[in-house]
């Protein structure tokens, strides 16, 4: 039986984190108003444009990715303002909640879980509702595996003339979304993910628009104020408004030259392969998605019904005992119904095997009449 610390980690976040992550986290403090960190400060924001594909203003908060959510939302909203939000999982349902907690008006829109919002639904809410101030999309919902694809959303959002709010906290750096090409207002994203950090990070990328609109708003956030984020980078040496996080920092800007040394179109690529891999295997395995359509599957976590007979805490846990392997189970109304592989960040062939072995073995202890071998066939079959 192996120990935690050797679990092979693949949730939708945290990821596993690079040996040489782990080691520049372990510097010495520095002064984070000085020169040495606003050239860390200067490099990881440039770094972090490159892979957002963006010439917007970018910013790093010492957050949990909802603490960009968050900062999206405070910085643009006044008491009764209305934010149309789709909502299609725990994630996508947060920015609702978001809204409502900081006075706003959201303007539901649900969608059935393990589906995506249509764009004519979208069109149809915007033109049913007047005044709506911004638009809110998670782009990768993790706690359904669903993809939702933002190219014909985002010219019904401009065609509105209001604000585009992105959530791209599972899927920025493995997933192709270029942020200016998509006229994305407000792209948000976060650490733990296919960047392959410890969480504590977060990032928000500021259009112009965006800026137009927080700078007339009267109600703003004091911690997640971007006009005082914008201010602070604009000093010599730049730095935050507030006390960075500066271990997280160095693993940062580690991390950011790894992933463009590998190059952001191979990380892409590798993303594709390990997502195409795990799918084959599960089909393989006879296994049913829990996403309604083919063209609605993640690159980055795949999330598959329980079949009759499997108990979810005993499958998650027998690959987790056995075989040192840990996957996630669903959330919310999806608790004991799915399960979700991760596959982002530092994923290779490697982890992509073991896991899918890890699934077959741990399947077939639980009575599953299933061919072992067959899935991981079907993965190797998808990385040649």
């Known amino acids: 039986m192996r120990g935690n610390d050797e679990d092979l980690l693949m949730i939708p976040g945290p990821t596993n984190v690079a040996e ?5 986290m372990s510097r010495q403090m520095i002064n984070h108003r000085g020169k040495e960190f606003g050239e860390i400060l200067t490099e990881c924001t440039e770094n972090l444009k490159k892979v957002f594909r963006t010439k917007n203003d970018l910013f790093i908060l ?9 900062a999206a939302i405070a910085n643009i909203l006044e008491p009764g303002d209305k934010i ?31 589906d995506a919002p249509e764009p004519g639904l979208i069109e149809e809410a915007l033109d049913r509702e007047d005044n709506i101030k911004a638009v809110t999309i998670t782009q990768n919902e993790s706690s359904t595996g669903v993809r939702v694809p933002l ?27 270029p942020v200016d090409d998509l006229k994305i207002d407000m792209c948000i994203s976060g650490a733990q993910k296919c960047f392959s950090l410890p969480p504590g990070l977060a990032f928000i990328s500021v259009s112009e628009k965006a800026w137009e609109v927080i700078n007339r708003t009267k109600r703003r956030a004091f911690y997640f104020s971007l006009p005082a984020y ?4 604009k000093k010599d040496p730049p730095e935050t408004p507030y006390t960075p996080a500066l271990t997280f920092y160095y693993a940062l800007q580690n ?5 463009l040394r590998e190059g952001l179109d191979n990380v892409i690529t590798r993303h594709q392969k ?12 006879e296994l049913e998605f829990f996403p309604k359509r083919e063209d609605l599957y993640s690159v980055t976590v795949t999330a598959v019904r329980i079949p009759n007979g499997v108990q979810d805490k005993e499958l998650r846990g027998t690959m987790q005992k056995e075989y040192g392997v840990l996957i996630s189970g669903g959330q919310d109304k999806l608790k004991g119904k799915i399960f979700r592989i991760g596959h982002m960040g530092q994923v290779t062939e490697k ?16 009575g599953q009449r299933i061919e072992l071998g067959s899935g991981v066939e079907a993965a190797i079959k998808a990385f040649t």
């Open 20 to 24: 040489s992550t782990l080691r520049a």
């Open 62 to 70: 010492s957050s949990s990715g909802t603490g960009a959510m968050e």
């Open 84 to 114: 149309l939000c789709p909502t299609y999982g725990k994630f996508s349902d947060r920015f609702k909640l978001i809204v409502d907690a900081f006075g706003g008006a959201p303007v539901e829109l649900p969608i059935e879980w393990g």
């Open 151 to 177: 190219e014909d959303i985002s010219k019904i959002v401009k065609k509105h003339d209001v604000l585009f709010i992105v959530d791209t906290i599972s899927s920025m750096g493995g997933d192709h979304i």
């Open 230 to 233: 914008l201010k602070s980078y």
């Open 255 to 259: 991390s950011l030259r790894l992933l």
């Open 274 to 285: 390990a997502a195409q891999a795990t799918r084959g295997a599960i089909q393989a395995l």
């Open 351 to 366: 982890e992509i095997l073991t896991t899918i072995y890890a699934l077959e073995k741990s399947l077939k202890k639980q």
